[in-house]
T-cell receptor
Framework: SQKIEQNSEALNIQEGKTATLTCNYT??????LQWYRQDPGRGPVFLLL?????KEKRKERLKVTFDTTLKQSLFHITASQPADSATYLC???????????FGAGTRLFVKA | DVKVTQSSRYLVKRTGEKVFLECVQD?????MFWYRQDPGLGLRLIYF???????EKGDIPEGYSVSREKKERFSLILESASTNQTSMYLC?????????????FGPGTRLTVT
């Protein structure tokens, strides 16, 4: 079955630095890969989506890359701020399907 | 803005009780989902529905059932609550008109079964 791996260890970085989070998946490639942000005690919030035929996507300080050969997506937050501290979830969706498979998430702490 | 609301933020129930979790969305979305979230396991899909009165099993449907009598409302039912159903339950909705299916989540219900 399809599996998603995100670094279970928390990522601690200094304010102003670039945070890079990794999402690896097994088996066949998804049609879309999404990133969500989740704050403690709240539901996930959609951030960005990248399609299988796209290499890179940007939105303000966020950048997502998608390497179907490595079966990996990288999520970057540039000029990070303490307000970026949250858990970031990677999610895969397959063509024609309603089911989205979520990773367990990586916790990011940005220190001032 | 899309709003997904869930009936309770926190719920404590006893083993064997029948538990109802309610979810309502206000964006006329066709698709609705129930997940549970446990530390280290991520979100796991319990059931989803792509239309009124339609339902499909997700990855972990055992011990749960669902009901969708109206488009905006999707209920999760724990027929006989057990301690291993203690978890965070998240409801989500998405539109079938807009692909890919970005999901909008509710705030979650933290259920404790004692």
């Amino acid at each position: 079955s399809q599996k998603i791996e995100q670094n279970s260890e928390a990522l601690n970085i200094q304010e102003g630095k670039t945070a890079t989070l990794t999402c690896n998946y097994t088996n066949y490639s998804p049609a879309y890969l999404q990133w969500y942000r989740q704050d403690p005690g709240r539901g996930p919030v959609f951030l960005l989506l990248i399609r299988e035929n796209e290499k890179e996507k940007r939105k303000e300080r966020l950048k997502v890359t998608f390497d179907t050969t490595l079966k990996q997506s990288l999520f970057h937050i540039t000029a990070s701020q303490p307000a970026d501290s949250a858990t970031y979830l990677c999610a895969l969706e397959y063509t024609g399907g309603f089911k989205t498979i979520f990773g367990a998430g990586t916790r990011l702490f940005v220190k001032a | 803005d899309v709003k997904v609301t869930q009936s309770s933020r926190y719920l404590v129930k006893r083993t064997g009780e029948k538990v109802f979790l309610e979810c309502v969305q206000d964006m006329d979305h066709e698709n609705m989902f129930w997940y549970r979230q446990d530390p280290g396991l991520g979100l796991r899909l319990i059931y989803f529905s792509y239309d009124v009165k339609m339902k499909e099993k997700g990855d972990i449907p055992e011990g749960y059932s669902v009901s969708r009598e109206k488009k905006e409302r999707f209920s999760l039912i724990l027929e006989s609550a057990s301690t291993n159903q203690t978890s965070m339950y998240l409801c989500a909705s998405s539109s079938s008109d807009i692909t890919p299916y970005e999901q909008y989540f509710g705030p979650g219900t933290r259920l404790t079964v004692t």
